[in-house]
């Protein structure tokens, strides 16, 4: 099925890079694995390593790469928890920019690891909230 078929939600209230990344991906991934779970995570990784997710949707990072340990793992597919599209690898100003922006209660004594998992529940709110649940 086309990327543009199936396309998530939070990336169609995103910018047009994020759902062609995640397009073009998609429909590699498939023709290479098959359609499915992994062609999914094959295509999100490709769009968190030039995206966040921030609410409800995708935002351009400030830098390429990596948002987790996860997607810097590379090698054959792993099934270690990732941050939800949160870039785990920015600074710690970032997050609290990003929590600031998500109006997380109590970010200002929070670890860097905290904010990470703060945002990403923020997110998963935001989500649910646009799906209408």
Avoid: C
């Amino acid at each position: 099925m086309p990327g543009r078929e199936v396309l998530p939600s939070t990336l169609r209230r995103s910018p047009k890079k994020a759902q062609r990344t995640w397009e073009k991906t998609h429909d590699s991934a498939v023709e290479t694995y098959g359609e499915g779970e992994r062609a999914h995570r094959t295509a999100f990784a490709a769009v968190k390593h030039d995206f966040e997710k921030v609410g409800d949707h995708w935002e351009p990072k400030g830098r390429k790469g990596p948002s987790d340990e996860q997607a810097a793992g590379g090698g054959p597919a792993r099934r270690a928890p990732t941050a939800g599209g949160v870039d785990a690898n920015a600074t710690k100003e970032h997050l609290m920019r990003v929590a600031r922006e998500l109006d997380v209660p109590g970010r200002s004594g929070m670890t860097k690891s905290e904010l990470v998992t703060a945002i990403q529940k923020a997110n998963d709110r935001q989500t649910r909230k646009a799906r209408g649940g």
